[in-house]
């Protein structure tokens, strides 16, 4: 039996929703539906393990694997109880938990979700932890080559690690001093401002680049995946030169939804672990990680005078409390408030 393609609410209005094949396994069905809604294969595979997650937690008690349909949508309370309780989970992972088994029963399985009241993760309030420009200036000293180069320019633009890794040559506007950030968090597209200090060790890096994806098409490769339904309208511009990626993987690979051997954007890994290291050759006792350079592109923008809606612009907020965060960590926060304690005698 193959899917078909339903109305929404009514007969007239609302989207198309595909119907699964009922034969297949669950797991076939929850990737047709995930393709189907244009989700990211990221995105798909993170939903997927919180559902066998879930699988797993009510095994545990019942000792039998069930299928998600006879548990109902109100066995999601007690897993998600458990996970903020015993797991002791943060909000954030809580609440993608919630939305991966949201999708498996509204879209999925196509039956109505109760889940009832849960015990929610508690979010714990603080401030992000944010980096001197001395302190930056001796993170990126201990960094060298192409590691070096995707550092400075998460602190110089702004941008979170995959926005970086997911850069295409075609984004980046050497004339214009300019970087466009496509499908950003919450699928948004912005701009953020390309460093002059790095536009020559840029293009040095996509000269080097450009020969090795010379030499993948010569070898009958050098095809990128493109976004959305691009591949089947532009057979041919995954080849294309500014399609491809800043920095791409050293290693032929697989990918996994077209079965297609190219060149995948180099993995998140790679400078995570580089950092670590390099921040230990430092005397910075911070716990500093990638996503800690955005913080400090942030803060140090609001110190030098930065507008703070410009500042929201460039990170893709979309409400300005997000960005007035930064303002708490500032050197002098608010409107730069004297201690006391400077103004005694000696």
Known sequence: MSPQLIRGNTAHAGPFKLVPNPKARLKDQFCEVARFKHLSFRTETTYW????????FHKDYSGVWTHPRALGSRAVTPFLTWLATTRAVSVSTQNQALNALLFLYREVLQTPFEP?????AHRSPG???VLSQDEVRDLLGSLT???LLMARLLYGTGMRLLE???????????DRGQIVVRSGKGGKDRVTVLPGS?????????TDVRLQHERDLMEGFGCVCLPGGLDRKYPHAGREWGWQWVFPSTSLSTDPITGRIGRHHTA????????????GKTTITKPASCHTLRHSFATHLLESGTDIRTVQDLLGHKDVSTTQVYTHVM???GVGVRSPLDNLSP
């Open 49 to 56: 393990d919180w559902v066998v997650r879930y699988l797993r």
């Open 127 to 129: 401030v992000p932890t």
């Open 116 to 120: 009832g009241d849960f015990v929610r």
């Open 198 to 206: 790095l536009q020559e060790p840029l293009q040095r890096h996509l």
């Open 164 to 174: 970086l890794l997911r850069l295409r040559v075609k984004d980046i506007d050497f």
């Open 268 to 279: 998140e890994t790679g400078l995570q672990r580089a950092l670590k290291v390099a921040l």
């Open 145 to 147: 080559g192409k590691y």
């Open 331 to 333: 050197q002098r926060p």
